[in-house]
Each structure stands twice: as C-alpha cells, then as structure tokens.
C-alpha cells in the first residue's frame, strides 16, 4: 500500500541513517512533515481497507460463508488487493498509467496545472506567517484577483474602443490587474492590523465574503456574458490569455471566437495539455520570495518583526511598513493565484469560481513549514491527491472524501507534530534554538 | 534519529515488495488470464512492482466485472460498454438527482450488463478533469449530472468527438452530434405537485422555496408549482423565494418559517439541499410540504414516518439515465435532446406514503385526471421563462 507516498521517502533513507548533524539540515526540517504525510496515507490505507463498497467484494452468501466474520476474513486478500488499487489509482490519477504512456503527460501536466494555484496561494500565507500574521484572506484576495484580472482581459479593448489590443500590453496589464487587486485585498486588513490592532483573521474572514459577494454581483450583473446560459463573463481577448505551454489549437467555437495562443501547437491528443505558463511564473515568485526573505533586508525585517516585534521595534524597524508589505506582498501572490486561474487556465470567470484553493493554501504553508522552496512539493502533494482522487474512486468506489480525510490527517500531524515524534521517537530538534515567537505556521 | 525509528523505517521499506507481492498474487489466482501480463514484467525494484500492479489489479476489475455480469445477463457481453458518470458537487448517495442518475446507472448494470464507474466531484473547477479521467481511457459513454457541467461536456464533446456524452438537466443550441441532453418538463412535474398543494390548503396561502433564480429548472419548478395551484383554486396565493444557493439548508428553513408565519400551510423545496433544509423544517412545524427532483419519503425523510411529506414533483432521471444507456447498447445512440414529460414518464409525481390518510380521498384520481391531460395537451401548464 501506499507505494508511491512512500517512494519519495524511501529514496532518503540511506543519507538519513548516516549522521546528518551538517550534511542535510534541511532533512530534519523535513523529517516531520514527510512522516507525517506517511503516517496519515497509512491511515487512509486503513479507512480504505475497511470501508471498501460492497459491490467490488465477493457478495456476502450464507450458504458459501459460514458467517459474517467468515466472510470478512475471506475476502482479506481481496480487500488488499482493494486498497492497493486505490493508491494506484491515485498514483496513476496524478502521474499517469505507466502501463499506458500516453495517459502520463496529461495526468501530469493536470497535477501541475493542479498545483499552480496552490504554490502561489501557498506563498502567500507562508509570508505573512513569517511576519507573525496569519492571512485567511488568501481565498478573497485570489477571487479578487481573478475578478480585477478578468476585467482588464475581457472588457479593456472596449474601454478603449478598440478591437484589440497587442499582447505586449493587453496580457502584462491583465496579470497586473490581477496582482494590484489582490494587493489590495491585502493591505486593507494589513494596515488595520497596523493602525487600529484589528486582528487580520477577523478582517481577512470579512473581507472573503465581501470580495465573494462582489463577485457575484459583477458576475451576474455588468460583467456577465448575456449570451451564456451559465453565470459566467465572457471569454477574455485572445492577446490577454497566458499561453498554453503544448496544446491543439483552440477551437473558437468553444471559446466564443477566440483563439488562445500556444508556445508549441500539435495535433496529438497525447499532449494536447492544459499546462500553462503560469506554472513558470510560480517557480519565479518561489525563486523571488526566496531571495526577498532570505537575501534582503526587507526580509529580514520581515521575519523579525514576526519573531519578535518588540525587539524589531527597538532596533528601529518602521513594524507599521513591515505589516502592511507583509500583507500586501500575500495579497499581491494570492491574486496572481486566481490570475492565473483566469487568464491561463479557464479564459472566463465563473459565478462557480468559488474554489477553497485560499483556504487550502493555509495547509499548504503549514506542511511547509513557511519555507518558500518547500511549498513547490507540499503544494505538488495536494495537487497529486486533489488530480488522481478521480482515478481511485473508478478502481475502488472509496468515496473521493477520503482524499480529504488524508489532508486533514496531514495537518493535524504537522500541527500537532508531537504525536509524529512520539510514534517515530524522534528528538526535538538539535542545537536548541528556541525563539520566543508569536509567528505561525513553524 | 535513534536505532528504532530506522528499523521501523527499514521494516516499512521492506513491507513495500511484500505487498505488492501480495497484490500481483491475489490477482493471479482471481484472474489467470491477467497473469501474462503481471508475470511478463517481474517486480526487481519497488518502483517496477508498483507499476506493474495497475494493470494486474485493472485486469482483474475488469475480469471480475465481466464474470458478474455474464453471470447475471447470460447474454451476449455489452460488458465490454463502459459508462462513466461524474455527479455535480455531491455523492452518489446525497439524495439529490445525483443518487437518482446513479441509481439509473445501476439499474443499467444489472439490466443490460454495462460496467460502471463514477467520480464525485468535490469542486466545479474539477468537472473539466473529471471527465478527462473517463475520456482519456476510452469510456463509451460519459454522463454528466447537472446544468453547471455544460461547458466542461462540450469541450470533452469536441475533444473526443468518437465518444459519447449526456447531460442532465442541460440542452445545447445547436445540438452536438455526440452528446444527448437529458431535459425535463419541470414545470409539468411541479404543476401536479401544485395542484395536489392547492387541494390540502386550508388557508389559501401555500410556499415554494427555491434555489437559484438563474438555473431554469428552478424556476420552471417554482412557476409550474404555482400554475399547478391556480389551476386548482384561481384565488390561491403562492409565496416563491429564492435562495443563491444550493446547499444551504439553513437558509431554506428560515425561509420557510418566514412563509409559515405568513400563514402558509404547504411548503414547496425545489433547491437542492436548501429546498430540502425547507421542507424539514417546515414538516417540523406540522406544514404540509412537498419535495422535489426525486420521492423525498427515500431520501431526506429517509424512509419515514413522514406523516407531513404529501408527494414529490419527481423527474425520473433514473429512467433518462438508463435509457440513454440502453441507447449505447442497443447501438441507436444519437445526439440532441431528450425530454422527459408526462406524456413518456419522464415526470411523475411521488406517492403519498406516511401523509395518504390526511389527504382527500379522490386525490389521487384527480392528479392522475391532470397527468393525463398534460400527457394528452389538453392541460398546458403557460409556463415561460424569459
């Protein structure tokens, strides 16, 4: 069971039984949240073991069983065989059929597409998490991006009583309209926070509805496509859309006469993908926020401020500045989440947008631990599940809930790390480096 | 890191092959003719075994399914059809007419011998892979459940255009050659419901509570409800609220007391689990009520007593679902529309169960009266949305 959650694992093994005081720093930081990611696929192998429907089982017959638990017992090496096909399923799901090469670049390219959201929504959190903040607002800065995203993709030629507008300029105004909403979104609660003590969870949980709201209203109303029979705008220009990274041709009866661009067109059902670039410009927000956390000053006062703002304070740091950047650096990633969503992915805002990838995003910083370069595989992690849940469901029946009883049990390890290194006897962390701290997600 | 967390570590490594050993050998003895294949690529290192144990395991799902199937039906092997049904957001048992395409599909299963699968979808943005998850293994015929999935099946429809495709609750302008919509005649279902409201109100006031506005079911449901009730008694009044939203049985309740204070004494839920929300709590309250899409005795009074719950304005989804599959078997399969009405059983109206004794004893004989003059033409229900 569980094979390929525990592949990665394994591959680690041997540097981990060597001393890795200095060698690998990063793998006791890892340590945690690999076992816990185990512990509970274990657990979910379990529930599935257990809980496998009826009709993929030998029907229970009292003439051929003697009883109830007879039965039961029987089919143990069926319910094995059960439950090693729903991690298969979900391996295949997320990765591809091995036995099929042509199912595997669309299942990965559909988990990447899958995680890009989540490795920007992810960012986001994870830096106010440094600055001591805990951002729940992810979900209405991404809707709010999407929304200021659309505006500017689908409606900015008419503003200007144009046909069009050149892509060099139609698509850089599209995704910073995305980004400067988001933004927004953020430093509202963020100079809240700094000017009145309103605490951000209270605010950014406010702000969600009234950005959903918005959405709504301009959805259904002045934004909405009229010749659509779903609430939806209309599809965005041609020369806003982000392009495809290998896809066939659009067809613009789908897509209301628009032709979406494509860095590499085929003709091969094989790779005609959904990938899109917005997966590159996740991999450069992770390399950036990296770089801004970890190699500028900025960063710096960033994380002390969320360690610990009275020292930050005392050595002159502006902690009103730091707050409100904080925040709207989170805002401004999370909008690029839903931007991408909008002008790559999907080319029209849905009333059906509502996407819980905000509030999924939480998770993904918790797993990570913050870490910047760490949300690129706890974000691929959820993306895996969320894209092979449908793949294990056809081979087993379990119920797609399960992938969610797998998440939460993640995080309930990560928050409560304890239990992991209880089960796996391991110390708390070497050197002894307690920080009094106020931030989160650590 | 301590000397039993690596042995603990090492036994867990060493539990992989074993498994997969385990895997590959339940599947030879349940499928000999999978053998070929699983023994044809022998588990060296972990990673091989796990590859190599899909397609045992899918071999053996398949040849089991076959097994039953020819068990079952003796009959030539339409096993070899394979239906994919991916619900709205939902499960397959939520008691919406996601359980009831379901049940169509099983009933397709033990009928005519088709294998099937589904996928619950747990967010609209998933419809799109979800049904790239069939389509991408070659399913013969991939069924959609509801109106928000239009867009995503006819994207598949035109990737795939060799496969085959339904949707419930949805019609395209123009047709696709490879897709059947699955429609209704809400407003014929709920016309009978309305009328059997307007026959038990004392009070002359009676309720619907609604989902969204914009879904035209909906709203085909609520003014089909309404011209039920004015066909019946002309000076009826009739309370329509809609909520923006699906699942909030909450709110649906609320909105039905805020009807019963009003003086309302039946309570019509056409909305999902808000509908479904209204017509509990209003039953709660000793309202008369009625359900909706599917017999809500089976479903959200799970099977009684349910002394208040007079009748469900049903569309047999169930029966669209099967016989579009009996369509693919029977090799008739064709795009464009299918519409259930009274006139080919594709709305009905549920029985009365726990509430008959508090009826009128004519009732059902006068709603029969009205189905068959819906079916013949000679009762319009005048709905229009629009």
Redesign the interface.
Known sequence: ?A??Q??P??TK?PA??KP?KRSLPWLSEA?VPLLAI?TAVLIGAVIVFISIPSNKLPAFDLSLYGSRSDWFFSTL??R??VT??AF??L???AFG???KPS?IP?AIS?TLV?STPYILAGLAVAVTFKAGLFNVGAEGQLLMGALGSVAVAAFMPQWFGVASIPAIIHLPAALLAGVLAGAMWGIIPGYLRAKTGAHEVITTIMLNYIALQIM?YLI?GVMKDKSA???RTPFIHENAALPRIIS?AT?P??TGGQAYPRLFTTTS?TW?L?IHMGIIIAFVMVGFIWWLMNRTPKGFEIKTVGENPEAARYAGMNITGTVVGAMGISGALAGLAGTS?VVGL?YNL?A?????LGFDSLAIALLAKSNPIAIVPAALFWGAL??G???M???T?I???L??IIQALVIMFIAADQIVRWI????QAEGGKITFNRSWGK | MNKRMIAFMMLLVLMIPVLAACGTETAATTAPAATATTAAAAPTATAAAEVTASPATEATAVATAAATAEATTGASTPSDIKIGLVTDVGKVDDGTFNQFAFEGLKRAETELGVKIDYIETIDPKDYEKNIEQFASQGYDLIIGVGFLMGDAIKAAASKYPDLKFAIVDFAYEPALPNVKGLVFSEDESAFIAGALAAMVSKSGKIGAVGGKEQVPAVKKFVLGYEAGAKYVNADIQVSKVYIDSFTDPTAGGEAAKTQIAEGADVIFGAGGQTGSGAIKTAADNNVFVIGVDQDEYNTTFKKGPAPMLITSAMKRVDNAVFDVVKEVVDGTFAGGLYLGNAANGGIDYAPFHDAESALPADAKAKLDEIKKGLADGTITTGVTLN
Not at chain 1, 424 to 427: L, S
């Open positions: 069971m094979n390929e525990q592949a694992a394994e093994k981990e039984a890795t340590i185990l090496p069926e094995l065989r090693l096909s298969t399923g391996f295949s799901g059929d091995w036995s199912t669309g559909n899958e709504d259904n029979t779903l609430q066939k067809d009866s789908l059902s005609d959904r969503q999907e849905k059906v947008f509502s996407s819980g969320r894209t849940a449908g793949a469901q056809i081979n029946g119920s797609i809930n992938i969610n796996y006897r391991i110390k």
